[in-house]
């Protein structure tokens, strides 16, 4: 499926796959098995495009046939719109790794519940691809915290990853527009690669659970912000976020990109007889 590189032109996430379809497995309850929406994170874009069911994908290689040829960029987001991975869906995961390696794609996996796993490591490395682990506020990420997914889990985590030699970054969502919290703070000096992505509030009740003393009103008409189809979003960079120069989204119609952390990406011209 396409991505926001559609109306970003900087932005490398042409391609994506999403392992699941209807609601994002980050909600299952990790003792009863049953999906609770209500456990969502709350600030997640795709949440729109979410149902209340969540059902498995099936794998087809001859979509990685018929596309591959025709693709641009050699390179393969795996959860666009929902998390990719939870234990429920590995053996979904491994293949889709595979079938990118074998058809030379390199793979940006981006994730909150992914543990540490010693063939995850191995199909990473295959193509240089990369491991993002998404960093926020747990108040906002219920259903993470409720599988174990701490902040702190997702940092070790992250950092096994990183010693077994993958790529791995911290994609850190937060308020730019507003000091940096002691938490990240801590991020930022765990000696991982950080990519701050800024956060967007799709709801007065993500912004409460942000910024409990914030008015959403007040927000709106600030020059901090901007309100746009449903959004409101930070059009500004508070100063201590200054030193962290990679970073991803559109602030104020300018476009930030670190290409995902996979290097200089060069774009394939097609040649059609």
């Known amino acids: 499926m396409p991505g926001k590189a559609q109306h970003q032109s900087n932005c490398i996430c042409v391609y994506n796959i999403d392992i699941s379809s209807g609601g994002c497995p980050i909600a299952i309850d990790p003792k009863t098995g049953e999906f609770d929406r209500s456990r969502e994170c709350s600030y997640c874009y795709a949440a729109y495009v979410h149902r209340n069911y969540i059902k498995e994908k099936e794998v087809n290689e001859k979509e990685w046939i018929k596309f591959k ?35 030379e ?6 994730t909150k519940l992914l ?11 295959d193509q240089r691809s990369t491991i993002h682990y998404s960093m926020g506020k747990e108040s906002m990420e219920t259903g993470a915290v409720l599988n174990g997914s701490t902040n702190d889990w997702r940092l070790e985590t992250a950092k096994k990853y990183a010693d077994a030699g993958v790529n791995t970054y911290l994609r850190i969502v937060e308020d730019i527009a507003v000091p940096m919290r002691e938490e990240t703070k801590g991020w930022c000096r765990a000696g991982l690669p950080v990519l701050i992505t800024p956060l967007r ?9 942000y910024r409990p003393d914030a008015d959403w009103d007040e927000l709106k008409s600030s020059t901090s912000y901007e309100y746009a189809k449903g959004y409101l979003k930070p059009i500004i960079w508070h100063s201590d976020y200054e030193p962290y120069k990679e970073r991803c989204g559109d602030v104020a119609g300018k476009e ?11 774009r394939r011209i097609l040649e059609y007889a």
């Open 69 to 103: 040829n025709s693709m641009t960029l050699n390179v393969m987001r795996i959860g666009k719109n929902l998390e990719p991975g939870h234990k429920d869906h590995r053996e979904t995961l491994y293949e889709v790794l595979r079938l990118n390696n074998k058809y």
């Open 105 to 110: 794609l390199r793979s940006i996996l981006i």
């Open 256 to 266: 930030y990109c670190n290409n995902c952390g996979l290097g200089k990406i060069s």
């Open 115 to 125: 543990e540490f796993d010693k063939r995850i490591v191995e199909l990473v490395k």
């Open 201 to 209: 509030y799709n709801s007065k009740r993500a912004l409460q659970q």
